[in-house]
């Protein structure tokens, strides 16, 4: 597949909001794009699919790897800013209920309405991994739906189409997508560098991602010197000034010790956090 | 347990040379323990007894698992600059053959002449996982032994020690010790920050292991500052400057591009490197 526009390297990102890593990997990348000059692709796929035909487990199959996961989950989500909570009741939520429906209405948002793409998955993921909450009712769905921004009539008509076949194809071929360049979980990255498909799994793959891009031929020595002379706030984050007031306390709680997180990860969290909810 | 040393961090690497992510997580740290003012301590185990203890699996076993680990651990070494080649007969060098000897070996090191421990363990990895070389036999050992400079009757000595119930049992107690701490793989990272022991799995969470050991009370400001003072070559790795020409082409083998690495992997690439082999 060929870089998207010009000088941009295409990296595409195939997640599930039930996956907690996947939301990691995402708002790190969004945060991202701007300085490494990619053409970032949001791809939702099914990871109960990917689980299943490659034979893979949940890593909590393990229990002393899952013992060990809930604190690497916290400690990343800290480190990242990404404002994550372990779900009280975990297989519960995250491995019975699971995230088809949730994924079917996502997948809808991207063949009809993209431009939403990106804030309906945080919102899902701000749900189920931050609020503790369902995603798998109609009414959560849509709730999700209006946080992001989404017109009301227009997301019940996305709700209705969730059981098309239409829709069901394209979250399968997405899926399938994903298993063919290798992936056996997610998030599942891949890196359109040079006429090759670089995969990287998981969220913590970033110093060698970085470098793969830094290699296209594709990418000018100007757009990725632009891409790294970034300012505070990004000059391409549209509306970071007129928001900042109203996340102050989002940030109060994110940081309760005060503790400084260094200028680039300042903005992008100001840059990437969904906007502050009412009273 | 205190940390050692009055300023200085007790952050333990529990591993086995079998694995090729202790091998980069041991390289990496044997790097950072100058700048991160840490007390690095080297803990020699048994992953065998591990993964049977924990129900756990290689990562392998899953066979799009398999795969991508491969091309992972590549992609990891080259950026990491340790000489790192995966075995043709994976299955057979890694999964039937083992370590178990060559960590009772290493364990005989740590008992008597723990100042080999650290070079040992390195020529041990740089057959199985650079040069595609047996572990298991006494000549192979002692190979490895003496590349790491440990004279010939010491090693020998060392190697009839192996057979030895005291020597069987520390590696039991260490490989215990690994379990206590929660590790279900390795290499398993312990850091001991505030009283608190915190468990990093895997050679990929280096930024949450600095956040934490920054975090350390008993690191002074002067300790901590000091140490990311750091000049090129380093001071405190003696023997630098004279051996940097007889490396001269190693590097250029690891390097082949002749791309820019940063000067911070730079010297540490050079200091850490293993001698280089005769004619």
């Known amino acids: 597949m060929a870089a998207a526009g010009g000088s941009k390297t295409l990296v595409e990102i195939f997640y599930d909001?039930?996956?907690?890593?996947?939301w990691l990997g995402f708002e790190v990348l969004c945060r991202y794009r701007h300085n490494w000059s990619i053409e970032l692709r949001f791809r939702p796929a099914f990871l109960g699919g990917i689980m299943k035909e490659t034979g893979n487990q949940p890593p909590a199959m393990v229990p002393k790897r899952g013992e060990y996961m809930m604190k690497d989950i916290k400690r990343m989500a800290k480190y990242y800013q990404v404002p994550l909570q372990i779900p009280k009741d975990f297989v519960g939520s995250v491995i019975r209920k699971g995230s088809l429906s949730a994924m079917r209405f996502i997948t809808a948002v991207d063949m009809t309405q993209p431009q939403f793409l990106e804030p309906v998955s945080r919102e899902l993921w701000m749900r189920i991994w931050s609020r503790d909450?369902?995603?798998?009712?109609p009414e959560s769905i849509l709730a999700a739906a209006g946080e992001a921004g989404l017109p009301s009539a227009l997301a019940?008509?996305?709700l209705a189409m969730t059981s098309t076949p239409e829709v069901k194809n394209r979250l399968k071929e997405t899926t399938e997508e994903a298993?063919?360049?290798g992936a056996f979980g997610m998030p599942a990255v891949v890196a359109h560098v040079n006429g090759e498909a670089h995969l990287f799994f998981g969220s913590d793959r970033l110093e060698l991602l970085?470098?793969?891009?830094?290699?296209?031929?594709?990418q000018t020595p100007q757009a990725w010197s632009e891409g790294q002379r970034f300012t505070f706030p990004h000059p391409a984050t549209a509306g970071y000034r007129e928001r900042k007031a109203e996340r102050e306390d989002t940030e109060g709680k994110l940081n309760p010790q005060g503790q400084g997180w260094g200028t680039y990860q300042e903005w992008t969290l100001k840059c990437c956090l969904p906007k502050k909810?009412?009273?």
Do not use: C, F, M, N
């Open 17 to 22: 909001v039930v996956s907690p890593y996947s």
């Open 133 to 137: 909450e369902d995603i798998t009712q």
């Open 156 to 158: 019940q008509k996305l």
């Open 179 to 181: 298993l063919k360049y």
């Open 210 to 218: 970085g470098k793969v891009i830094a290699q296209d031929a594709t």
């Open 277 to 279: 909810r009412g009273p």
